[in-house]
T-cell receptor, first 113, second 112 residues
Framework: NAGVTQTPKFRVLKTGQSMTLLCAQDMNHEYMYWYRQDPGMGLRLIHYSVGEGTTAKGEVPDGYNVSRLKKQNFLLGLESAAPSQTSVYFC????????????FGQGTRLTVV | RKEVEQDPGPFNVPEGATVAFNCTYSNSASQSFFWYRQDCRKEPKLLMSVYSSGNEDGRFTAQLNRASQYISLLIRDSKLSDSATYLCVVPLPRSGNTPLVFGKGTRLSVIA
């Protein structure tokens, strides 16, 4: 039972580099989310998706782009990484929005130097 | 008032103690509430859901007070393994752009 899988688990980027974080879920969930977690700030929503082919901005979307070409995958892209994007990134999925459990991936620890 | 507010702690309690955390929320239209547990350097995991006045699961009890707009989490007979950060989650109505709003968490350390 894989649940929600994130790749990679760790990454170090240089300022200005780009990368894509992949989130895959095998629970046939419609809703998927990308959060970042920083010390003292809690979990903040970056982008989310309510279904295949849809995306929406969350609380802190600047500097990130997302795509949901397949229902099971939700990609988070950083076009030009900045040190302020050093964080732990969590992907999550849920069957319903707001009324069912959200399942999280194990997180991606990203450092931008 | 912030959307979701929690006392950050840390709460340091001895084994066997009873401890309670509160979480206040700003949107009176919120209908469902959750407590998640997050261990150090791990992902959050659902602990309890609260849809009506409260919920109980073993040593854990969650209560909802809609009039005062807060939910609480009570842990009885604390175990060392309860040491974690407890996140209050309040899903906002669909019209908002933050479907799941997390509190910053309350850190609990249970001491032998």
């Amino acid at each position: 039972n894989a649940g929600v899988t994130q790749t990679p688990k760790f990454r170090v980027l240089k300022t200005g580099q780009s990368m894509t974080l992949l989130c895959a879920q095998d629970m046939n969930h419609e809703y998927m989310y990308w959060y970042r977690q920083d010390p003292g700030m809690g979990l903040r929503l970056i982008h989310y998706s309510v279904g295949e082919g849809t995306t929406a901005k969350g609380e802190v979307p600047d500097g990130y782009n997302v795509s949901r070409l397949k229902k099971q995958n939700f990609l988070l892209g950083l076009e030009s990484a900045a040190p302020s994007q050093t964080s732990v990134y969590f992907c999550a999925s849920s069957l319903q929005m707001g009324r069912s459990e959200a399942f999280f991936g194990q997180g991606t620890r990203l450092t931008v130097v | 008032r912030k959307e979701v507010e929690q006392d950050p702690g840390p709460f340091n309690v001895p084994e066997g103690a009873t401890v309670a955390f509160n979480c206040t929320y700003s949107n009176s239209a919120s209908q469902s509430f959750f407590w998640y547990r997050q261990d150090c350097r791990k992902e959050p995991k659902l602990l309890m859901s609260v849809y009506s006045s409260g919920n109980e699961d073993g040593r854990f009890t969650a209560q909802l007070n809609r009039a005062s707009q807060y939910i609480s989490l009570l842990i009885r007979d604390s175990k060392l393994s309860d040491s974690a950060t407890y996140l209050c989650v309040v899903p906002l109505p669909r019209s908002g752009n933050t479907p799941l709003v997390f509190g910053k968490g309350t850190r609990l350390s249970v001491i032998a």
